[in-house]
T-cell receptor
Framework: SAVISQKPSRDICQRGTSLTIQCQVD?????MFWYRQQPGQSLTLIAT?????????ESGFVIDKFPISRPNLTFSTLTVSNMSPEDSSIYLC????????????FGPGTRLTVT | KQEVTQIPAALSVPEGENLVLNCSFT??????LQWFRQDPGKGLTSLLL?????REQTSGRLNASLDKSSGRSTLYIAASQPGDSATYLC????????????FGKGTMLLVSP
């Protein structure tokens, strides 16, 4: 299994600012992902974080708004840029462990409120 | 495009009752299926993973079954407890490893003492 931690756990930010969320996994993983969960909704995949290269973004999400880094096999960051109240969501880091079963694990989430 | 549907959307039961949550998916060519639990405002906890070649998996009071040909999975919870109250999410992965999970919208379960 993989244990995933995220920082911060929650934040309240002002419109127009940026927030960087950190994700740390306790073991080497094959793939890391970032999801968004808006209030009362299911999860939406933002992007796949690729080690040492640009992230792969899903339709509707762009690098300028959600820059992602993954400098090594256990760490990734997601920045939410130029925030607006519509960005208020829970942001979840996720990873697939190197076990061959492709079981996917999730972090505890970062609850972001933009005022 | 894979679509995942979960029924019911919400369920309220008294403590001690056995219950079944349903998940259906439109594309039966899946690699695996996972059931997750999500407490309010929290992340997802993986409950059970069923590979496409398996029919069921069990963990404690939880049993998940998979009928790939009919595009269905069920999560059976035995002797429900108030601590089981949470949203349960079903998610499927289409191809070997590198496809993404497609999630259902979840079943919100409330178990009353």
């Amino acid at each position: 299994s993989a244990v995933i931690s995220q920082k911060p756990s929650r934040d309240i930010c002002q419109r127009g600012t940026s927030l960087t969320i950190q994700c740390q996994v306790d073991s080497q993983v094959t793939m890391m992902f970032w999801y968004r969960q808006q209030p009362g909704q299911s999860l939406t995949l933002i992007a796949t974080a690729n080690q040492g290269s640009e992230a792969t973004y899903e339709s509707g999400f762009v690098i300028d708004k959600f820059p992602i880094s993954r400098p090594n096999l256990t760490f990734s960051t997601l920045t939410v840029s130029n925030m607006s109240p519509e960005d208020s969501s829970i942001y979840l880091c996720s990873a697939i462990a190197r076990t061959g079963t492709y079981e996917q694990y999730f972090g505890p989430g970062t609850r972001l409120t933009v005022t | 495009k894979q679509e995942v549907t979960q029924i019911p959307a919400a369920l309220s039961v008294p403590e001690g009752e056995n219950l079944v949550l349903n998940c259906s998916f439109t594309d039966s060519a899946i690699y695996n299926l996972q059931w997750f639990r999500q407490d309010p405002g929290k992340g997802l906890t993986s409950l059970l993973l069923i590979q496409s070649s398996q029919r069921e998996q069990t963990s404690g009071r939880l049993n998940a079954s998979l009928d790939k040909s009919s595009g269905r999975s069920t999560l059976y919870i035995a002797a429900s407890q108030p601590g089981d109250s949470a949203t349960y999410l079903c998610a499927v992965r289409l191809s070997s490893g590198y496809s993404t999970l497609t999630f259902g919208k979840g079943t919100m379960l409330l178990v009353s003492p």
